[in-house]
């Protein structure tokens, strides 16, 4: 059984950085596609970035393209979110999320196993 643990979320302002990590522990990730979502308050949750099992393709939600990167090292068992050029828009718990394929989807149903979320804070 997999288990995942986001971690690097905290408070940024507008225009600035952070870089969230999920670590996988229990199970090898590395034949899987991984994803991060996120929530607002109020909001249903959201496709933000995808990338396939072995990193070779990345699918990322209009509202961050150009702006956030997603990554990982099979190695170490970890996925990254790069995130530039943050908004206050960008506000919300960021999730990471194993998919029950290898490839990149948008689709939260396709995503087995979820971590407890990590909250981003984009102050203006």
């Known amino acids: 059984q997999v288990q995942l643990a986001e971690s690097g979320g905290g408070l940024v302002q507008a225009g600035g950085s952070l870089r969230l990590s999920c670590a996988a522990s229990?199970?090898?990730?590395?034949?899987?596609?991984m994803g991060w979502f996120r929530q607002a308050p109020g909001k249903e949750r959201e496709f933000v970035a995808a990338i396939s099992w072995r990193g070779g393709s990345t699918s990322y939600a209009d509202s961050v393209k150009g702006r956030f990167a997603i990554s990982r090292d099979n190695a170490k068992n970890t996925v990254y979110l790069q995130m530039n050029s943050l908004k206050p828009e960008d506000t919300a718990v960021y999730y990471c999320?194993?998919?029950?394929?290898?490839?990149?989807?948008?689709?939260?149903?396709?995503?087995?196993?979820w971590g407890q979320g990590t909250q981003v804070t984009v102050s203006s």
């Open positions: 999320a194993k998919s029950n394929g290898g490839g990149a989807s948008s689709r939260p149903y396709l995503y087995n196993v």
């Open positions: 229990g199970r090898s990730i590395s034949t899987y596609a």
